[in-house]
């Protein structure tokens, strides 16, 4: 599948993009054997205030349909990113890396911190190799740890 293009959500698109999150956010639930993460019990109107008070991108497959997303929002010259989604089917393909590469290019000016599970290998070798460093780590749950980083 290529990407036709990365481009800024609306609000119509919250809906597919809230199903594209359940539906990545699987393989974490099954890798930290918890189906009770934050992301899989995300209701449409906690998605909808993300919305009003940031930014969220959307990639777009040539056939219309929403393949991945990303959002952020900033606070003390500091730019939040999180929830970097991308559909299975076409995961390993640079969609991730699009996706963050745009979404840091909306605010060139801002520090950028996100985080992941220490579990998620595949995420942390994503940020790292987009230049991002760890900073710190908090466990938030038994045997739960996130990973911060910073660029």
Not at 67 to 73: L, N
Request: aromatic fraction near 10%.
């Amino acid at each position: 599948m290529n990407v036709h293009k990365i481009i800024r959500a609306e609000q119509a698109d919250l809906p597919a993009i809230l199903e594209l999150q359940y539906l990545a956010y699987q393989s974490e639930a099954i890798l930290l054997g918890n189906y009770s993460i934050p992301p899989l019990k995300q209701t449409l109107q906690e998605l909808e205030t993300e919305y009003k008070n940031g930014v969220i991108l959307k990639a777009v497959h040539e056939n219309g349909d929403i393949v991945g997303s990303v959002r952020g929002y900033t606070c003390s010259g500091t730019f939040y990113i999180g929830k970097l989604i991308v559909h299975p089917a076409v995961q390993g393909r640079g969609i991730g890396t699009q996706l963050l590469n745009e979404i840091e290019s909306l605010y060139p000016q801002l520090r950028y911190e996100l985080f992941t599970s220490s579990m998620s290998n595949k995420n942390l070798k994503l940020y790292e190799r987009q230049g991002y460093s760890r900073f710190k780590e908090k466990q938030v749950a038994n045997g739960l740890t996130f990973i911060y980083l910073e660029k």
